[in-house]
């Protein structure tokens, strides 16, 4: 299955995707950032991350997408970022009805490294092992990224079955469907619609 890795924050979100299963070999498909301006306006920074993760899920046409689940930090700032990052990341993936899943991360550094305590380093180290590539990708973020696509890929175990059966069955029923259609499927329109009342 082909995973899809977020490591969310406003300055650089870093994203990764990976093709593989448990037990075999693991393929790099595409590793980079989308980086926002910190001088910005929030709003006009989350719209940037969000057209970046659209376009890598055009391309790069995941089964599954694995998020870093936020944990409250001293820096209140900082998390609040990296939560509004992740929210766009989960929104993008759910609009087209992939599984997303919220990997902590203690346990994406235990499945990359075996131990949960292990610092960038050595994930970035084991990343590029795994991965056979030349060098550690940079920055940092961009590795994270890779190692969460990798932890899912190796312990989603339901969700990638999961994740194979939807694959399966979007490959049967066609191209996938843009967010216009999504919501014309539900009734409603891309934009705000107004109720009418009686």
């Known amino acids: 299955m082909r995973v899809m890795g977020v490591d969310p924050g406003l300055t650089r979100c870093g994203l990764g995707a990976v093709e593989g299963r448990p037990g075999a070999p693991l393929n790099l498909v595409r590793v980079g950032v989308v980086r926002t301006p ?52 989960i929104l993008c993936a759910s609009r087209r009805g992939l599984p997303v899943a919220l990997h902590t991360p203690s346990e994406v550094k235990a499945a990359i490294t075996g131990s949960g305590t292990a610092d960038k380093q050595q994930v970035g180290t084991m990343v590029t092992r795994l991965l056979r590539l030349d060098a550690m990708p940079k920055p940092a973020d961009a590795a994270d990224a890779l190692a969460l696509a990798i932890c899912h890929v190796w312990r989603g175990g339901a969700q990638n079955r999961l994740a194979e059966a939807a694959a399966k069955a979007r490959a049967a029923s066609g191209p996938r469907t843009s967010a216009a259609a999504y919501f014309r499927g539900r009734g409603g329109t891309a934009g705000y619609s107004r109720g009418t009342s009686t």
């Open 38 to 89: 910190a001088d910005d306006e929030i709003g006009a920074r989350l719209v940037a991350i969000e057209a970046g993760i659209e376009q890598w899920l055009d391309e790069v046409e995941p089964d599954a997408v694995a998020v870093e689940r936020v944990f409250a930090q001293h820096n209140l700032r900082t998390v609040m970022g990296t939560a509004q990052a992740s929210a766009v990341a």
